[in-house]
């Protein structure tokens, strides 16, 4: 425990442990989005039917950690019945709700929500449900809940595709590494309890656990000679912003594709250049969306790497050869129906809904993934896929809302009955 309390490296961001493919932390601001989109997605906005906030008052605490969603006060929502599911979408929701299932029934709930036998009623019943009658699946085994304040943020990441080469030549200088098997995970809660879900990345050196190199270092051919690299990029801008994705397709020069998923993180803090160049006034008004961004460290090449250093986490990354990207339950995420939150607050799984000010993110969708700027009860990262549409909405994805998450029926009621009675 000596050895724990004198590192000097910070705590790692609850997501960022496992799959983390986004960290955004309002990494962009859309201004007006609807303007930006491709005609084919403005065409397909159904707005979500709205719903009332349960003020704070009123919300129902279980137990006294309100660093999770048990402890931040809860309140049950609307009748599903009430939210007018899209049937599209819905049965989207059910695919994924039925693959994460096998993780669902077994895993620990980190939000002291739900447990995993919460989940077999309606698991078993997936299995063999019509995807063409979805709504009615979710409106017959579960309810609203709201988790905390309700009131929710949503930022939205997608699958980007860049120029890589499976080997190094003068087009592709740029390294993409794999983990470096120096590279330790650190689970805190077995020193102390006060530490529980609490983790550090390090590396040994000598007798002590020491930071790992930062992305200036890594830049600077810290893991160079290493045969760490498992492709080469044509340009750092594309992979910086690959990584803050956490995954993506590589366009190679046969015209193949290679797929890449987050495999770890090098345990550095997140920085998000968007808002430290909007703090900086560096991004001219109409310019503070991921496009406006990219212009702008091109145009200012010397600066630009300077600020991107400033965010000195880095991603490490496994090639994929079967379905994907993954998730932080080991399955695939699928555009327009997964989306990341953390896991301290919603079960991963868990279906979520949400009605935004950007209608495009409103509806149903499966939490199926996490992030290392996913923080919070009411904090969202939706999954628009790959592509040029993908990276426009997801781009200009920052929106607020409400949100409500589905858990198995009789959740709320179950835990009201097993409550701690005042004095007794």
């Known amino acids: 425990m000596t050895l724990i309390s004198a590192c000097s490296m910070a705590i790692i961001p609850q997501g960022a442990v496992r799959g983390a493919s986004a960290q955004q932390d309002g990494e962009w601001v859309a201004g007006t989005m609807a303007a930006e989109l491709p005609v084919q997605a403005s065409q397909n906005i159904i707005p979500a039917k709205p719903f009332d906030i349960v003020a704070t008052d009123r919300l129902i605490k279980f137990g006294d950690d309100p660093s999770r969603g048990i402890g931040a006060g809860l309140a049950l929502g609307p009748d599903i019945a009430t939210l007018d599911l899209q049937e599209s979408r819905a049965a989207a929701a059910l695919q994924s709700f039925r693959t994460s299932c096998s993780s669902l029934v077994r895993r620990v709930d980190q939000s002291g929500l739900t447990e995993g036998a919460d989940w077999q009623l309606s698991c078993d019943a ?4 019509q995807d063409n009658d979805a709504v009615r699946f979710f409106e017959s085994y579960f309810e609203a809940v709201q988790v905390g304040d309700g009131q929710a943020f949503a930022t939205g990441y997608f699958e980007p595709q860049i120029r890589g080469s499976r080997v190094r030549n003068n087009d592709y200088q740029v390294p993409i590494y794999r983990r ?3 590279l330790l995970d650190v689970d805190l809660g077995l020193f102390s309890d006060e530490l529980k879900d609490k983790r550090v990345r390090g590396k040994v050196e000598g007798s002590k656990l020491v930071p790992f190199e930062d992305r200036a270092a890594i830049d600077d051919g810290a ?20 990584q803050i994705q956490g995954s993506g397709r590589l366009a190679l020069p046969d015209g193949s594709i290679m797929r890449i998923g987050y495999e770890s993180q090098n345990g550095r803090g997140y920085t998000g250049i968007g808002r430290v160049m909007r703090e900086r006034g560096l991004l001219a008004d109409g310019k503070t969306n991921m496009q406006g961004i990219v212009e702008w460290l091109r145009a200012n090449p010397q600066e630009g790497m300077k600020i991107m250093r400033e965010n000195k986490s880095y991603i490490f990354f496994r090639e994929l050869t079967g379905p994907g990207p993954l998730g932080a339950m080991g399955h695939p995420v699928v555009a327009r129906t997964s989306v990341a939150t953390d896991r301290m607050y919603v079960p991963l799984g868990a ?8 209608d495009i993110a409103d509806g149903i969708w499966i939490a199926q993934d996490t992030g290392g700027a996913i923080k919070g009860s009411n904090r969202f990262d939706t999954f628009w896929g790959a592509g040029a549409e993908a990276a426009v909405i997801a781009g200009g994805m920052s929106s607020s809302g409400a949100a409500l998450i589905f858990l198995p029926k009789g959740t709320l009621s179950k835990h009201m009955i097993n409550r701690p009675r005042a004095g007794g």
């Open 180 to 182: 470096p098997p120096n």
């Open 351 to 358: 279906p979520v809904f949400l009605n935004m000010a950007h």
């Open 126 to 129: 997936a299995k063999s449900w």
């Open 223 to 242: 893991l160079a000679g290493q045969g760490l690299e498992i492709a080469w990029a044509q340009d750092y801008i594309d992979l910086f912003f690959l």
